[in-house]
């Protein structure tokens, strides 16, 4: 076994790595950007080490850099993590000249399944099964476009060199194929650095179902069954589970011999994970599965394998790197009761999920038998807009299936996450679903029910913003108080019958609402438009705000600032903000051109995705207040459209 291990990633990943390390007795060396500078990570680790700026390109994708510290330090091999260096062949290639181990396949493999047209060539050699479609070199729109009518619609837009649902794109029509193309291209572009794409056939009831491979360095391989990550949103996973509902024993031996035939194709030695496409319609079949690709490292979602198998992964990982044999046979990998994991992160869901940063101001799990929590931040830590947004993965483990979403919804219920927005109610709704729970779903599934899990704009919970503004008055008792006034010494209350009553401006998530404040012989009460302040809401005070929790909601409260607008653009529907603080990729408008509500105006790229801005009115385009590449704050005005009819008497 190694003396030491450098981990070449952060947050939750890192943190994972470095807590197994520690139990096998290795020195723990982190490495960490600016915006890292005091994250979780770098206080746990042993030792750790600046590598340079916060964007990604400057420090964590940096491998003269990493590998740099890595020989400084003395490290023995190096965790890649996912996401990343963990798959780039390069690195592996330069872990290797420094006579440092990397804790992954070699680069050969790396390089054959990281190419999903070249994979799925390999794999059609292997005899494993493929999706139809067209994976080859040719590049060209039109081309592409004529293979797709030829594959026939609904087809997929891929991009050959990357994951996570970057450079994806679903096309339902031919007229449609162009923009999705050049958007897919696009973002590829700058996640990957290569914009090649390949076309696949959609198989209408998808289910997403993969296979954690193990390979060593003598000639073995083995699988530790499948995961079922079906449940989607934009390609992305969001919650993944153990075993596969209405998996039989003679399809998972199937998948899995399928899944193995793929990593000895390869050459492959360490944890990867080979992904299949199912079709869900009528129940899974023996036929009725395809190869989709494969990712050469340890997944986000592998602690459902550890829960149902009983085995520490990222230990196989260490020793298959220092070239030990495999530690069990098939037939003595386990399989008990089920697993499920959610990832939480810091995103409004009723924002269309945008990216959410900030400083953790509270942050709390439940601890329950069946409960684990893998999360790469604490209380009082910063969720920056450099990196992808994750706070925790919640992961429950029972003896059945309904036991485990049992105790991961009451889990995520009693998650407690204030400051950025989380999806924490959206993930306990999802748990809670009767589709899900009847194992009734694929991949569509979420986008087929947003409005029944929450996902979609709910207006200002009045309740909670009453219960905020009574927090705001509270504290406001306190502080004059403290400083020997009277209780709200303010102008602006006034007599009613012997009682005073206060009308109270207050910004609640944005909008500007009065809350009533009567002081009577009851004591202080206060409303919102009529609400009384939410009993089963909890209120968390922060310098900056009130944040109040509620069936999953954050409302932010503050006290109204009567000299500022801060309610927003008012009497102007036409100002388009950021939503997110991100990169301006394209502005697609210029002053004084006439455009339609809804119209794309602008493209903002945040965390490797796009997001498309479009006109709020009909009008004509005014002030652009942005250039192409400039990074922008959440709430910053981008362009204002001036209504149609702004110039009509």
Request: with cysteine.
């Amino acid at each position: 076994m190694f003396s030491s291990v450098l981990i070449a990633n952060r947050g939750e990943i890192a943190v994972r790595v470095i807590r197994t390390a520690r139990r096998l007795g290795l020195r723990t060396i982190a490495v960490y950007s600016d915006a890292d500078a005091r994250a979780l990570h770098v206080r746990m680790a042993d030792e750790a080490h600046a590598i340079g700026a916060s964007p990604a390109a400057q420090s964590y994708l940096s491998i003269e850099t990493i590998v740099a510290v890595a020989k400084a330090t003395g490290a023995e091999c190096i965790h890649p993590g996912y996401g990343f260096l963990s798959e780039n062949a390069a690195f592996a290639e330069a872990c290797r000249d420094a006579g440092i181990v990397f804790v992954g396949p070699p680069p050969a493999a790396i390089r054959a399944m990281g190419l999903k047209d070249r994979a799925k060539a390999l794999m059609e050699k292997a005899g494993v099964p493929v999706v139809p479609g067209y994976h080859g070199d040719k590049q060209d729109a039109a081309f592409l476009k004529r293979k797709a009518y030829e594959i026939g619609y609904p087809v997929l837009i891929k991009a050959v060199a990357g994951g996570g649902g970057k450079g994806m794109r679903k096309v339902e029509r031919h007229a449609e194929f162009d923009a999705a193309l050049e958007a897919a291209q696009r973002e590829a572009s700058g996640a990957f650095g290569d914009a090649q794409v390949l076309i696949e056939k959609y198989v209408t009831a998808p289910r997403h179902i993969e296979l954690q491979v193990f390979a060593d360095a003598h000639g073995n391989a083995i699988h530790l069954n499948e995961r079922d990550c079906s449940l989607q949103r934009r390609h992305q996973k969001v919650i993944e589970e153990a075993p596969a509902p209405g998996m039989s024993a003679d399809l998972r031996a199937k998948m899995g011999a399928a899944a193995v035939a793929a990593a000895k194709a390869v050459g492959y030695v360490g944890a990867g994970t080979v992904e299949f496409i199912a079709d869900g319609a009528g129940g899974l079949k023996d036929d009725g599965f395809w190869f989709m690709e494969m990712n050469t490292r340890l997944q986000v979602e592998h602690p459902v394998t550890e829960a149902v198998t009983g085995l520490d992964l990222v230990e196989w990982q260490f020793r298959i790197a220092a070239g030990e044999k495999l530690p069990l046979k098939q037939d003595q990998v386990r399989l008990d009761g089920h697993a499920v994991e959610a990832r939480l992160y810091a995103e409004d869901p009723e924002r269309g999920f945008l990216p959410s940063t900030g400083r953790l101001v509270a942050l709390s799990f439940p601890q329950c038998e069946g409960l684990r929590i893998d999360s790469g931040v604490e209380a009082g830590d910063t969720v920056t807009p450099f990196y992808d947004p994750m706070i925790a993965k919640v992961i429950a483990h029972g003896a059945t299936r309904d036991a485990a979403l049992d105790i991961l919804a009451e889990a995520l219920e009693q998650t407690v996450v204030a400051g950025p927005r989380s999806n924490a109610g959206f993930l306990a709704a999802l748990a809670r679903a009767d589709g899900f729970r009847q194992s009734d779903f694929d991949t569509g599934f979420i986008e087929r029910n947003m409005d029944a899990l929450g996902a979609v704009p709910q207006g200002l919970d009045r309740a909670a913003a009453a219960a905020g503004a009574r927090a705001l008055v509270a504290h406001e008792q306190m502080r004059n108080a403290g400083d020997g006034g009277s209780p709200w010494d303010v102008a602006d209350g006034f007599q009613l019958s012997g009682a005073r009553r206060l009308a109270l401006p207050v910004i609640a998530d944005g909008e500007a609402v009065v809350a009533e404040v009567d002081y009577g012989a009851d004591g202080v009460q206060v409303s919102v438009e009529g609400e009384a302040p939410a009993s089963d809401a909890a209120v968390i005070a922060a310098p900056e705000a009130i944040y109040v929790l509620r069936n999953g909601r954050q409302t932010k409260v503050t006290l109204r600032d009567l000299a500022l607008d801060q309610a927003g653009d008012a009497g102007s529907g036409g100002v388009v903000r950021a939503p997110m603080h991100g990169k301006v990729l394209a502005i697609l408008v210029e002053p004084g051109a006439q455009v339609a509500r809804g119209q794309r105006v602008a493209i903002i790229e945040a965390m490797k995705m796009e997001h498309t801005l479009t006109a709020p009115i009909d009008g004509t385009v005014g002030e652009i207040a942005v250039a192409k590449d400039a990074q922008v704050a959440e709430g910053a005005r981008i362009l204002v459209v001036a209504p149609a009819d702004a110039g009509q008497a």
